[in-house]
């Protein structure tokens, strides 16, 4: 029986494609052992580790998803895959203190809905490997957020559990007293260790004390820090009186240079008394940039006085993504403007907010920690940088992410720093083992037999081949 070159070429595609998918699904044949110290080397950058006080050129490898070893002159043939970083920085995998990431419910004008985004379009690519969700969800609704959003992302998803029980869906909800419930939130958070990681008041409106107090029950019963974002400036409950007698050493203050509740001190322009409460008494300031929460008319004289935040956070949601605030490395970048070093900046988003939240096991890379890692180049130039208000300030310096790797796998390559080149005969690593190190696809060169053009037919293109009769 004869078979036409339509039907061969046909069968010789879905061969191809089929080894595709066979090799991207679940039954992909085991992995040979990896008998190097490595799996991945990250060689030849500047690496800045705030926990281990590390600032120096130093290679890192990587082997089942943890940190090996750290140190100068790692060697490359004890790597199955090494990626070439020098000129870049290194840092631990960036983490969100900030964020709002509870989506797909439907609810329209809700955090708990179409105002949160899905986190994995706006982290990977910006070298953050960890967010926490800032009090989109309470006791009532949180399993719902876990489902739809925590377990089903490649970011690692981590919350706040907002104090009103059902969570951030308006000012109906937000202000309703309640609905405020210390034990019952603190319950709930006591039921997900190392996933509900703080408690949320925010945007409040009345005069009362109750969002704030109930939050440090629930955070006391949880041993969780609780995070504020003040909502409404009200006489009745002053920001001073706020960081003096209702939170406690460990909560954290968001939105810290919004200059909209008492922020700044109006006769110097510096750091308003309360501001200097927060410091003495160890209640941190993040930057919570947001959409209306960061002015240069405040934070840079703030800053300037030499009050620095403790971390740098975006507040991201859809309309902070594309108003000023842009993404945590624009975050950085400002902060970079108005004075922070590039190794300040760094540590506000990796070492100190894993101290805030008490997950200590993150943003380092010591020998047997989790393999997240941000690759970050420093572009030079001239680039507008813009606040809340619409205004900008001018810079020279622009942090780009280059690469993430999560758990010790490359998830984001900006410029294929971790690829081969699309004419070479073989692999600079052993694509079998290519699952040590990366969550792409891999060419599988072999399958090409030799062929330097071999076929590439998308599916469907040619209708499926007949059976003879």
Request: neutral net charge.
């Amino acid at each position: 029986m004869k078979v036409s070159p339509l039907c061969r070429a046909v069968f010789s595609c879905t061969v191809l494609l089929s080894t595709a998918a066979f090799s991207q699904g679940r039954n992909r044949p085991p992995m040979p052992p990896n008998p190097l110290p490595y799996d991945l080397l990250l060689k030849g950058g500047h690496l800045i580790d705030d926990k281990n006080r590390i600032d120096a050129i130093s290679d890192v490898g990587i082997k089942d998803g943890k940190v090996a070893a750290v140190g100068a002159d790692l060697k490359t043939s004890d790597a199955l895959k090494t990626i070439d970083v020098k000129g870049l920085y290194v840092s631990p995998g960036l983490i969100d203190l900030h964020t709002h990431v509870y989506t797909g419910t439907g609810e329209r004008g809700s955090y708990a809905g179409d105002e949160s985004v899905y986190p994995d379009g706006f982290t990977l690519r910006n070298g953050v490997t960890t967010i926490v969700d800032a009090g989109s969800s309470g006791w009532k609704n949180f399993d719902d957020f876990k489902d739809k959003i925590i377990d089903r992302s490649k970011t690692r998803v981590l919350a706040e559990l907002n104090i009103v029980g059902s969570g951030m869906r308006g000012g109906k909800y937000e202000d309703n007293l309640d609905d405020m419930d210390g034990k019952l939130t603190g319950d709930k958070a006591k039921l997900f260790p190392g996933v509900i990681v703080g408690v949320k008041s925010a945007h409040f409106t009345g005069p009362e004390w109750k969002p704030y107090d109930q939050a440090v029950i629930a955070g006391n019963i949880a041993n969780i820090p609780v995070m504020i974002d003040y909502g409404a400036n009200r006489v009745e409950r002053p920001l001073i009186q706020l960081v003096s007698s209702h939170l406690r050493p460990g909560d954290i203050y968001t939105h810290c240079f919004s200059g909209l509740r008492g922020e700044q001190d109006q006769k110097t322009g510096g750091p308003s008394e309360a501001l200097l409460i927060m410091r003495k008494r160890g209640i941190y300031c993040d930057v919570g940039h947001g959409g209306g929460s960061f002015a240069w008319t405040v934070a840079a004289p703030i800053l300037k006085a030499g009050y620095k935040p403790d971390s740098i956070s975006t507040d991201l949601h859809i309309g902070s993504m594309n108003n000023g605030m842009k993404d945590i490395l624009n975050v950085a970048d400002k902060m970079m403007v108005i004075g922070e070093t590039t190794q300040e900046v760094i540590a506000q988003m990796t070492w100190h907010p894993a101290r805030e939240i008490k997950q200590e096991q993150l943003g380092n890379l010591s020998v047997g920690a989790i393999a997240d890692v941000a690759v970050l180049s420093m572009e030079t130039g001239n680039y507008g940088f813009v606040d809340m208000y619409n205004t900008k300030m001018m810079g020279t310096k622009k942090l780009v992410c280059e690469l993430t790797l999560k758990d010790g796998k490359v998830v984001y390559d900006l410029n294929g720093i971790s690829a081969d080149m699309w004419d070479a005969t073989e692999h600079s690593a052993d694509q079998r083992q290519s699952r040590r190190w990366t969550t792409f696809n891999e060419r599988p060169f072999g399958a090409t037999h030799g062929q330097r053009f071999p076929a590439s037919v998308p599916v469907g293109s040619i209708p499926a081949p007949t059976t003879p009769k």
